[in-house]
């Protein structure tokens, strides 16, 4: 692995020193992306693709400069660390828009006549809301959060910094979310170190209290 990562980082030189655009640099791109495919993170969700194809465009402008995000910098990581870190940030972002899109189920009600024919029936679309609200979920997940009633939360931290926990980061992460640099800033501690810790410990806690409360 560490001979790929070093391979990497030599074609992305390599591609950086042509031109935007440039034959040249398209193809050492297309190395870049084939070599390293095989080493993205992959789930079974329905949107991964999207988040993939997603990651491979934010590559391709970003790689060399910073056209719609920040620059590759190989002092944060390698190559597959960083399209890692940014396509887990946009499976998290289609989870929580997932999430606000659900949709609410209306219990249908049908009266039956009683003398057994249907001219005292009902019609179940009568009794769907005309204009049913969204839950507040976003609103709920900084709730619970916040309250970490069980304590589960604060105490499930990085390694020698109970600052660093479980409660902070998924608070931090919730719209408008501190980005991975920023949070590495606050906190003295790498990306990858973060968003590992964010993947392995907070998101299973998410996704648990989003099955609990019927969300998923």
Same mark, same amino acid.
């Given at each position: 692995?560490?001979?790929?990562?070093? +391979?990497?980082?030599?074609?992305?030189? +390599?591609?950086?020193?042509?031109? *935007?655009?440039?034959?040249?640099?398209?193809?050492?791109?297309?190395?870049?992306?084939?070599?390293?495919?095989?080493?993205?993170?992959?789930?079974?969700?329905?949107?991964?693709?999207?988040?993939?194809?997603?990651?491979?465009?934010?590559?391709?402008?970003?790689?060399?400069?910073?056209?719609?995000? +920040?620059?590759?910098? *190989?002092?944060?990581?390698?190559?597959?660390?960083?399209?890692?870190?940014?396509?887990?940030?946009?499976?998290?972002?289609?989870?929580?828009?997932?999430?606000?899109?659900? #949709?609410?189920?209306?219990?249908?009600?049908?009266?039956? @006549?009683?003398?057994?024919?249907?001219?005292?029936?009902?019609?179940?679309?009568?009794?769907?809301?005309?204009? *049913?609200?969204?839950?507040?979920?976003?609103?709920?997940?900084?709730?619970?959060?916040?309250?970490?009633?069980?304590?589960?939360?604060?105490?499930?931290?990085?390694?020698?910094?109970?600052?660093?926990?479980?409660? #902070?980061?998924?608070?931090?992460?919730?719209?408008?979310?501190? @980005?991975?640099?920023?949070?590495?800033?606050?906190?003295?501690?790498?990306?990858?170190?973060? @968003? @590992?810790?964010?993947?392995?410990?907070?998101?299973?806690?998410?996704?648990?209290?989003?099955? #609990?409360?019927?969300?998923?």
């Amino acid at each position: 692995m560490v001979e790929l990562d070093e +391979q990497l980082r030599y074609l992305v030189a +390599q591609a950086c020193e042509n031109p *935007p655009g440039s034959p040249q640099r398209q193809k050492l791109l297309t190395q870049i992306i084939r070599l390293s495919a095989s080493r993205l993170w992959k789930e079974s969700t329905s949107y991964y693709q999207d988040a993939l194809q997603q990651t491979w465009l934010y590559f391709c402008r970003n790689i060399c400069e910073a056209s719609t995000g +920040q620059a590759y910098d *190989p002092t944060y990581g390698s190559v597959v660390t960083w399209l890692n870190a940014y396509l887990k940030r946009r499976l998290q972002d289609f989870y929580l828009n997932q999430q606000r899109e659900q #949709v609410i189920k209306v219990p249908l009600k049908v009266r039956h @006549s009683t003398s057994g024919d249907n001219s005292n029936t009902i019609d179940p679309v009568e009794n769907l809301a005309a204009t *049913p609200e969204a839950p507040p979920i976003l609103e709920n997940v900084r709730i619970w959060a916040e309250a970490d009633t069980s304590g589960e939360l604060c105490s499930t931290c990085i390694k020698g910094r109970p600052d660093v926990n479980c409660q #902070v980061l998924i608070l931090k992460r919730l719209p408008p979310e501190a @980005s991975w640099k920023e949070l590495s800033e606050e906190f003295g501690l790498s990306i990858p170190t973060l @968003s @590992s810790f964010y993947q392995r410990q907070c998101l299973p806690r998410l996704r648990k209290f989003a099955e #609990v409360e019927g969300y998923l």
